[in-house]
């Protein structure tokens, strides 16, 4: 079996005489070029698995390279060897499509792992969605789903840019999906098989961040009892991801700082620091930009995790997913259910959903649809089980409640029609009469209405659901809310 074969692309013929001998100790063929023009030569002439460019040539600049490489189509990761303290070139190369960089002076042990994480990269993954309705994803299927062209481009940019080791930025509003595009990220990436972490910067304590993000020695503070591992530790050759990393405080974001630029970190209470292989992914519901002006994010921790940003786009203008999403969402709840069959959505209840504005996102969906579950009848959600603010409501709908215009709020319980006999004469109103307050009203007709059917079944609420057309578990909620007990 023939083995990968690496080229690389420096001046300095100490730096790629070292560079030679441990890529062969690895096992690898490797081509040395000490200029654009030769570099040119050998990509026409042979398939490489890895480039690694110095940034400054005698002809030109390993930027120029980057570019060339990655628009050619090929598929070769490219790395690129900057020198020590330019951030800012690296950052620039990331942008261009490299796949990552050194700093120099060149750390072998980094040098190793980038390498085995570039042999890992494979061609494109299939970007299809799953198939309506699996509960389960594997292999290259993503977790973001729509069929929206808004959505398909989202697909081919995660696509592209899992092939990468570039810091990721996620933004978009609460709900949206970030964890599940920065899943997707690693899903198909080259770190696939290795950890991925996900972390709450809003939910960690101040004073336990250094140790929480890098571990920590026995002894290092009153209750550490043992050595710890941090989530740095945990996510070593996969992904980190950093959710609601604008809730970090300044003194944390200096650290981090230096961990993302040396890639090593130091446990508290340790004196050495030891490598780290971690890609990073960074979330955030905010505006970075707008944090960094206020002086409340750092800048150069902004540049460095701000690489390359991904803008999820809110439900709201994606609205044509709403029925794939709702099938895939019924059918996961379904399958945790005592349903034998996922539920469905009358017409009616799915063209509500497509005019709401969902201001939670996926994640209020999700809800909305969970709620609806304990609500549906057989199955079958209504428009009254959704409890939504309705606009702009169809003809056929219009003339049921004429006097309240376009919009009206649709109660979260359905209403069960009264008839003569049934409502005590205390809850008889003429027809100049109006309640003081509808939902008191209303919630009134309905005790009355439960606490009779309980009484003609002697409190049996399994034959009393069935008096009233309702499912048991129908029943048991709304006896919650309206707070009857069987001593009533």
């Known amino acids: 079996m023939t083995s ?8 300095e013929a100490h730096l790629r005489e070292l560079l030679e001998i441990t890529l062969i100790k690895m096992g690898l063929d490797v081509d040395s070029a000490d200029s654009l023009a030769s570099a040119r030569t050998y990509l026409a002439q042979n398939a490489y698995a890895l480039v690694l460019t110095d940034m400054r040539l005698p002809d030109g600049l390993g930027i120029e390279l980057v570019r060339e490489v990655t628009a050619s189509g ?5 790395a690129v060897i900057t020198a020590y303290g330019s951030a800012d070139n690296a ?3 990331l942008k261009a499509g490299a796949f990552d960089y050194l700093s120099k002076p060149v750390a072998l042990d980094q040098l190793r792992l980038m390498v085995q994480s570039a042999l890992r990269v494979g061609k494109p993954a299939d970007t299809s969605a799953p198939q309506s309705g699996s509960a389960v994803r594997s292999g290259n299927a993503l977790r973001l789903l ?10 081919a940019q995660i696509v592209r840019l899992a092939r990468s080791m570039a810091p990721v930025a996620i933004t978009g509003e609460s709900g949206s999906g970030k ?4 899943r997707d990220i690693h899903a198909l990436s080259p770190r696939a098989d290795k950890p991925f972490v996900a972390v709450n910067c809003g939910a960690i304590p101040e004073a336990l961040m250094e140790a929480e993000f890098f571990g920590y020695r026995k002894g290092a503070f009153t209750g550490a009892a043992e050595d710890r591992e941090g989530f740095f530790q945990a996510a070593n050759g996969g992904t980190l991801m950093l959710d609601e990393v604008a809730d970090l405080p300044l003194p944390m974001q200096v650290k981090l700082l230096r961990a993302i630029q040396e890639r090593r970190v130091r446990k508290v209470g340790a ?23 206020s002086g409340r994010f750092r800048q150069d921790l902004y540049y460095r995790l701000n690489v390359i940003e991904l803008k999820l786009p809110p439900l709201r203008e994606r609205l044509d997913d709403i029925g794939q999403l709702v099938e895939t969402i019924l059918g996961r709840l379904s399958s945790f259910g005592s349903h034998a069959a ?5 017409q009616a209840a799915l063209a509500a959903l497509r005019t709401y504005s969902f201001p939670g996102n996926v994640r209020e969906l999700e809800n909305i649809l969970e709620r609806a579950l304990a609500f549906a009848n057989d199955g079958v959600i209504e428009v009254a089980d959704l409890g939504l603010k ?12 004429p006097e309240l215009g376009d919009e009206i709020q649709v109660s979260t319980v359905p209403i069960v029609a009264a008839t003569p006999g049934v409502v005590g004469a205390e809850m008889a109103l003429s027809a100049s009469e109006l309640p003081s307050s509808l939902p008191t009203h209303l919630d009134d007709i309905e005790r009355n209405i439960i606490r009779q059917a309980l009484a003609r079944t002697h409190f049996n609420r399994t034959k009393a659901a069935d008096l009233l057309g309702i499912s048991f578990r129908q029943l048991r909620y709304r006896m919650q809310r309206l707070s009857i007990h069987e001593q009533d």
């Open 146 to 155: 729509g069929q929206s062209a808004t959505m398909q481009e989202l697909r």
């Open 390 to 401: 309705v606009t702009g409501l169809s003809p056929v709908e219009k003339p049921i409640l």
């Open 4 to 11: 990968p074969r690496i080229l690389v692309v420096d001046d």
């Open 91 to 93: 950052v620039v190369a």
């Open 179 to 182: 964890e599940l595009a920065a």
């Open 342 to 346: 996922p539920a469905v959505l009358t």
């Open 271 to 293: 004196t050495m620091e030891e490598v780290v292989d971690v890609r990073l992914v960074s979330a955030t519901h905010q505006n970075l930009a707008e944090c960094v002006e």
């Open 74 to 78: 090929k598929n070769i990761p490219i």
